[in-house]
C-alpha cells in the first residue's frame, strides 16, 4: 500500500497531505464521515482509484482516495464507536454497571471532551433508545458531579470537560463561585451552591456569605433587581448552612422601603421562581393591614407571573376574599390591568374562577381596544390567549344573560383589535353556545329583536313561565353550589366533578337564554274567533290526499301547543306552514317525511277549547 502511495503521489494523483492522511487508513481501519457516519475501510486500491467502506446504512460504498484522505477520520480501537461495534454487550454492561467510566472513554474518544448530544449520539441506537438513555443520563450525572474528575458546563449546549486530576463538588461548586466576575455568574454560582449546600464546608460557606454581601453593597445602585437576588441567596445560605452573623448588611425590607415606588419594575426583572420571596417580604416590612393594600397596589401593576405569585400569597395568608373584592373593583372601575387579565384568564379554573364572567370577558376587548389606541404591545399574549384558548370565551359567558351576550357581539363586530378570520372565529364560538345570535351576523344588528312574535296559548304560556322559574330559582342555583363543592376536591385540571357541573353550567345557561328569548317573544291567545275563509291560526283543517283519498284532520294551534297524537300541531310544523293562508277546495302539493304528496283542503271550522 506505501509503494502505491508513493506512486500515486508522484503521478500528481495524490497530495503529499492526502498521503499522509490516506496512511492512517489501511483496510481495517475503522473511520467517520460528517454526513454518512460511523464505518470500517475495507479495501484501499489505487490502481483502481478507489477506497471503500463499509458504513452502517450502505456497504461497499466507494470513495476516490483524495476524497477519502481529506474526509475521513480514523479512530483509535478504545474508540466508544469502535468499542461499541467490537464489543457491544460489553459496553452495554458497562453502561449499568459503571456509568462513570463509559461516560470517561466517551470524552476520551472526543478529546477530552463532548457535548451531552455527543454523548447521546455515542449511545443511542444499539446501547440505548432516546427514553433509556435521558432516564440512565438523568442517574448518571449525579455520579459524576460526586466523581469530581467530569467538570460540568454552565450551559447545556457546552461540552463536559474530563479534568486530569478529580475534585469535590464542593470544590468545584466554590471554585465556580470565587472566579465568577460578572454580577449575573456570581448569582448563578451562589444558587448552585445553595442546591448542593451539603457538599460545602461551613468556614466555607461564611466566606461566600461575606463576598455576597460586599457585592450587594458595591452593587446596590447599579441593580437593584441582582442586589435582592443576593440578598435572597444570601439569607438562605446562612439559614441552610449556619451560618451566624453578617448577615444583616442589606436587608430585603430595606430594600421594599426605599424602591416602594417602582417595585413593579424590578420584580419584572427578577426570575420567577424568587418572586414569591420577595413577595413574602411584604408581611415582614410593613404591618396588617397596610401590607396587604401595598401588595394589591403591586399586583395591579405588575407582570403575569408575579399577579400569579402574589395571589398565592393572598391565599396562604388567608386574603382570598380581600383579593377577590380588588378584582371585583379593578374590573367595576375598568382599573384592571392586561397583565391580571391575562393572568385570569389562563388560571380561570383556579380558586377565583366564579370571577372570570361576561364582565371579564368586556374588560378585556376593552383593555385590547385601549392597548391598539395607546400602540403599546402589552396586550399581545392577552390576545393570543383569546384566540388560542377555544374554551375561554364560551366559559366567559355561561352565565351571561341574552341581552349581556348581544353587547358582546357588538363589541366584537365594532372593535378593530381582530383581523377579519380571527373575529369570525371568536363571534363563532359565541353562536356555538348561543346559536339564537346567529342573527346578529348573517342580517342587521338588531335582526334579534325584531324576530316575529310567537302565537302560543295562554296555557302553554304558563307552562313554560313555570319551566323558566324552576329554571331560575332551582336548577342553576343547585348547579352553582355543585361547581362550588367540586372545587373544593382540588386541581380543577383534572377535577372531573368541576368539568361535569362546568358542562351542565352552559347548558342550563343556554336553555335559561333560549327561555327569555322565547318568552319575550310569545303572543298568548285563547285562539278566538279565527278567520275560516282560509287556513289559520285556532281552525281545525280537514284534508284528503289524491292519491289514496285518505282523510286527516289537524288543528293548528300556537308554537308550544303540538300534540300529534291528537291530531294537533304547532302552526310552526311543515305542514302547517304548507297550507296556512289556503282555502277549502284547493289542491297543493305538501311535504312529507320521504319526499312531498298531493292533498285536497276538504273543509276548514274554528276551533274551540
Excluded at 74 to 100: G, M, T, Y
Amino acid at each position: 500500500m506505501e509503494a502505491d502511495i508513493e506512486n500515486a503521489v508522484q503521478a500528481g494523483k495524490l497530495s503529499e497531505q492526502a498521503a499522509a492522511a490516506l496512511r492512517q487508513l489501511p483496510p481495517g481501519t475503522y473511520c467517520f464521515h460528517k454526513s454518512w457516519g460511523f464505518g470500517r475501510i475495507t479495501e484501499v486500491n489505487l490502481l483502481l482509484n478507489q477506497v471503500l467502506i463499509d458504513f452502517k446504512t450502505r456497504k461497499g460504498h466507494s470513495m476516490q482516495p483524495q476524497y477519502a484522505a481529506e474526509s475521513l477520520a480514523p479512530l483509535a480501537e478504545s474508540h466508544i464507536l469502535v468499542q461499541k461495534a467490537v464489543r457491544p454487550d460489553e459496553i452495554k454492561a458497562l453502561a449499568k454497571d459503571d456509568a462513570v467510566e463509559l461516560v470517561r472513554i466517551i470524552l476520551r474518544s472526543y478529546g477530552g471532551k463532548a457535548t451531552q448530544d455527543q454523548i447521546a449520539q455515542s449511545l443511542e441506537g444499539e446501547i440505548f433508545n432516546a427514553a433509556e438513555f435521558k432516564r440512565w443520563w438523568d442517574t448518571t450525572k449525579k455520579a459524576l458531579k460526586k466523581d469530581g474528575l467530569i467538570a460540568f458546563p454552565s450551559k447545556k449546549t457546552e461540552p463536559l470537560v474530563l479534568r486530569e486530576k478529580a475534585i469535590s463538588q464542593g470544590e468545584e461548586l466554590l471554585e465556580a463561585f470565587f472566579n465568577a466576575r460578572q454580577i449575573k455568574a456570581q448569582i448563578a454560582a451562589l444558587d448552585q451552591i445553595i442546591r448542593n449546600v451539603s457538599e460545602v464546608p461551613k468556614e466555607q460557606a461564611a466566606r461566600v456569605v461575606a463576598i455576597v454581601e460586599d457585592a450587594a453593597q458595591k452593587n446596590r445602585r447599579l441593580n437593584t433587581a441582582q442586589t435582592i437576588e443576593l440578598v435572597l441567596g444570601r439569607d438562605e445560605l446562612c439559614q441552610l448552612a449556619g451560618v451566624e452573623g453578617g448577615c444583616s448588611a442589606i436587608a430585603l425590607s430595606g430594600i421594599l422601603l426605599e424602591e416602594e415606588r417602582r417595585l413593579h419594575e424590578i420584580l419584572a426583572e427578577i426570575p420567577a421562581a424568587k418572586q414569591r420571596r420577595v413577595l413574602a417580604g411584604f408581611p415582614v416590612t410593613w404591618e396588617a393591614p397596610l401590607w396587604n393594600t401595598k401588595l394589591l397596589d403591586l399586583i395591579s401593576r405588575s407582570p403575569v407571573r408575579s399577579v400569579g405569585e402574589g395571589a398565592k400569597l393572598m391565599d396562604e395568608q388567608g386574603l382570598s376574599g380581600e383579593f377577590r373584592k380588588a378584582l371585583d373593583r379593578w374590573i367595576g372601575d375598568h382599573t384592571i390591568s392586561v397583565e391580571v387579565l391575562t393572568w385570569l384568564c389562563r388560571e380561570r379554573e383556579g380558586t377565583y374562577a366564579d370571577v372570570v364572567d361576561a364582565r371579564v370577558l368586556s374588560a378585556v376587548l376593552s383593555a385590547l381596544e385601549r392597548d391598539q389606541f395607546n400602540d403599546i404591545r402589552k396586550g399581545g399574549r392577552l390576545h393570543d390567549t383569546l384566540l388560542d384558548d377555544r374554551e375561554l370565551i364560551p366559559d366567559m359567558l355561561a352565565t351571561a344573560d341574552a341581552e349581556t351576550v348581544r353587547d358582546i357581539i357588538r363589541k366584537i363586530m365594532l372593535s378593530s383589535v381582530f383581523e377579519e378570520l380571527d373575529k369570525r372565529s371568536v363571534l363563532g364560538r359565541i353562536v356555538r353556545v348561543f346559536p339564537e345570535m346567529e342573527a346578529m351576523l348573517t342580517h342587521s344588528e338588531n335582526a334579534a329583536e325584531k324576530q316575529e312574535a310567537l302565537i302560543v296559548s295562554w296555557e302553554s304560556l304558563e307552562r313554560r313561565k313555570t319551566e323558566y322559574e324552576d329554571l331560575i330559582t332551582k336548577k342553576i342555583p343547585e348547579n352553582t353550589k355543585e361547581i362550588s363543592v367540586a372545587r373544593s376536591y382540588g386541581d380543577l385540571r383534572e377535577n372531573f366533578e368541576f368539568k361535569a357541573a362546568k358542562e351542565m353550567q352552559r347548558v342550563l345557561m343556554r336553555r335559561k337564554s333560549e327561555a327569555e328569548r322565547e318568552l319575550a317573544q310569545a303572543r298568548g291567545t285563547d285562539f278566538a274567533n279565527p278567520d275560516t275563509t282560509q287556513v289559520s291560526i285556532g281552525t281545525i283543517v280537514t284534508l284528503r290526499e289524491v292519491a289514496t283519498g285518505k282523510e286527516q284532520t289537524y288543528t293548528l294551534l300556537g308554537a308550544w301547543d303540538s300534540d300529534p297524537a291528537n291530531g294537533i300541531i304547532s302552526y310552526k310544523a311543515a305542514i302547517a306552514q304548507a297550507i296556512l293562508g289556503h282555502k277549502a277546495g284547493e289542491q297543493l302539493e305538501v311535504p312529507t317525511e320521504h319526499g312531498s304528496r298531493m292533498i285536497e283542503i276538504l273543509s276548514i271550522r274554528p276551533y274551540k277549547a
